[in-house]
């Protein structure tokens, strides 16, 4: 992007700038990075409520009497079978197997769906998507100028949405949504979100946001909710062991790469684009183990970053995807795929190599925090 004036605002804009945000470039999208402290902002989803405008994310309708079936072709996981008011978390890939995006796909109804995709990778999903659509009695619509998508993440969330909803909010379980109306405003109200704690992810109408966001805000008042930037969700999803497409998922991976074969559904009905692809990788990856996706914490206070070298003994044993300090730990961590010889909890002499310096690092299982029940 050359200027601002080319990026995409989400309705919320203005009220951003009224707050004081720091504003980002993502995705073409013109956000906010953090209102004051990242670690404050972080710390209060963590033990209080945050506010997140996801407004950037890539919304696409997916409709009509074959809506499942081209679906279930067009991705690996099991899609006609996820019940109206449930969601699945998902991907598509090539026909190679490398990931295109990894997706959350809610049933809204018998025949309609909503995939939600990575702002980055908005228009290649809707792309391949309606390529996909060809021969089925299904409509492929881009839906990302009728939403805004505002979270409230944290253990104070369901207190606060419960003021401002009737909504059975008790009977929504994790990756289900419902329709519903919060603060007199019509959503669809998803207990989802990418931060590692309970929350919820309201689908509104963009001439909506504010109304909500502001009744949010007054309701959150009393239990220390705070607006949040991109940057926090992006240490609390690190922390959570969350994976971010361009980090730990690409193109260059399929899911059994990246230690989520688990989504692949080999055993539903017919055929899906990529299935052979993923057979044998699949097959490759049970006889001789990939690299595996790895905590790394540090012994010291220098942060690692994406595409720093993990190495052992001298030799490149894996790369950094994504590093940070932790507010939560109180010290930097990494994800970083790694030789399985040395991806076992406790491995020793593993190190990041940090500008020439070999940072001594302990490897251990992702998450880094999971949030008590």
Same mark, same amino acid.
């Given at each position: 992007?050359?200027?601002?004036?080319?990026?995409?605002?989400?309705?919320?804009?203005?009220?951003h700038?009224?707050?004081?945000?720091?504003?980002?470039?993502?995705?073409?999208?013109d956000?906010?990075?953090?209102?004051?402290?990242?670690?404050?902002?972080?710390t209060?989803?963590?033990t209080?409520?945050?506010?997140?405008?996801?407004s950037?994310?890539?919304?696409?309708?997916?409709?009509?009497?074959?809506?499942?079936?081209?679906?279930?072709f067009a991705?690996?996981? @099991?899609?006609g079978?996820v019940?109206?008011?449930?969601?699945?978390?998902?991907?598509?890939?090539?026909?190679?197997? !490398?990931?295109?995006?990894?997706?959350?796909?809610y049933?809204?109804a018998e025949?309609?769906?909503?995939?939600?995709? @990575?702002?980055? @990778?908005?228009?290649?999903?809707?792309?391949?998507?309606?390529?996909?659509?060809?021969? +089925?009695? %299904?409509?492929?619509?881009?839906?990302?100028?009728?939403y805004?998508?505002?979270?409230?993440?944290?253990?104070?969330s369901?207190?606060?949405?419960?003021s401002?909803?009737?909504?059975?909010?008790? $009977?929504?379980?994790?990756?289900?949504g419902?329709?519903g109306?919060? %603060? !007199?405003?019509?959503a669809?109200?998803?207990r989802?979100?990418?931060?590692?704690?309970d !929350?919820?992810?309201? +689908?509104?109408?963009?001439?909506?946001?504010?109304?909500?966001?502001?009744?949010?805000?007054?309701? #959150?008042?009393?239990?220390?909710?705070?607006?949040?930037?991109?940057?926090?969700?992006?240490?609390l999803?690190?922390?959570?062991?969350?994976?971010l497409?361009?980090?730990?998922l690409?193109?260059?991976?399929?899911?059994?790469?990246?230690?989520? !074969?688990?989504?692949?559904? +080999?055993?539903k009905e017919?055929d899906f684009? #990529?299935?052979?692809a993923?057979?044998?990788?699949a097959?490759r990856?049970?006889?001789?183990?990939p690299r595996?996706?790895v905590?790394?914490?540090?012994?010291?206070?220098?942060?690692?970053?994406? #595409?720093?070298?993990?190495?052992? $003994?001298?030799?490149?044993?894996?790369?950094?995807?994504?590093?940070?300090?932790s507010?939560?730990?109180?010290?930097?961590?990494?994800?970083?795929?790694?030789?399985?010889?040395h991806?076992?909890p $406790?491995?020793?002499?593993?190190?990041?190599?940090?500008? $020439?310096?070999h940072?001594?690092?302990?490897?251990?299982?992702?998450p880094?925090?999971?949030?008590?029940?």
């Amino acid at each position: 992007m050359s200027s601002t004036e080319e990026l995409r605002h989400t309705a919320l804009d203005a009220l951003h700038r009224s707050l004081g945000a720091t504003m980002t470039d993502f995705a073409g999208w013109d956000m906010p990075l953090r209102y004051g402290s990242e670690r404050d902002e972080h710390t209060a989803v963590r033990t209080r409520a945050g506010l997140f405008d996801l407004s950037h994310m890539g919304e696409i309708a997916v409709t009509g009497p074959q809506a499942a079936a081209l679906l279930d072709f067009a991705l690996v996981g @099991n899609i006609g079978g996820v019940k109206p008011g449930r969601a699945r978390y998902t991907m598509i890939c090539r026909a190679d197997g !490398g990931i295109l995006d990894d997706l959350i796909v809610y049933r809204l109804a018998e025949t309609e769906y909503l995939v939600v995709a @990575n702002a980055s @990778n908005a228009q290649t999903v809707l792309d391949a998507l309606v390529e996909r659509s060809a021969g +089925f009695d %299904a409509e492929v619509r881009d839906d990302r100028d009728a939403y805004a998508l505002i979270a409230v993440q944290g253990p104070e969330s369901p207190g606060i949405l419960k003021s401002l909803t009737d909504a059975d909010l008790d $009977g929504l379980k994790y990756y289900a949504g419902l329709p519903g109306t919060v %603060a !007199g405003v019509p959503a669809l109200i998803a207990r989802t979100g990418y931060t590692g704690e309970d !929350g919820f992810e309201l +689908f509104v109408k963009p001439e909506h946001a504010v109304e909500l966001w502001q009744a949010l805000t007054e309701a #959150g008042a009393g239990v220390g909710l705070v607006p949040c930037g991109l940057s926090c969700r992006d240490t609390l999803r690190l922390e959570a062991g969350m994976p971010l497409y361009g980090h730990e998922l690409s193109t260059a991976l399929t899911p059994f790469d990246a230690g989520l !074969g688990r989504v692949v559904k +080999f055993e539903k009905e017919g055929d899906f684009v #990529g299935r052979e692809a993923l057979r044998e990788a699949a097959e490759r990856a049970a006889a001789k183990p990939p690299r595996v996706l790895v905590g790394l914490v540090a012994e010291g206070r220098r942060v690692p970053r994406a #595409g720093f070298s993990v190495v052992s $003994g001298g030799e490149v044993i894996g790369e950094v995807t994504s590093g940070a300090p932790s507010p939560t730990l109180g010290k930097p961590i990494a994800m970083a795929y790694v030789d399985a010889a040395h991806a076992v909890p $406790g491995t020793p002499g593993v190190g990041v190599d940090i500008r $020439g310096t070999h940072e001594p690092y302990e490897v251990v299982a992702l998450p880094f925090y999971k949030r008590q029940k």
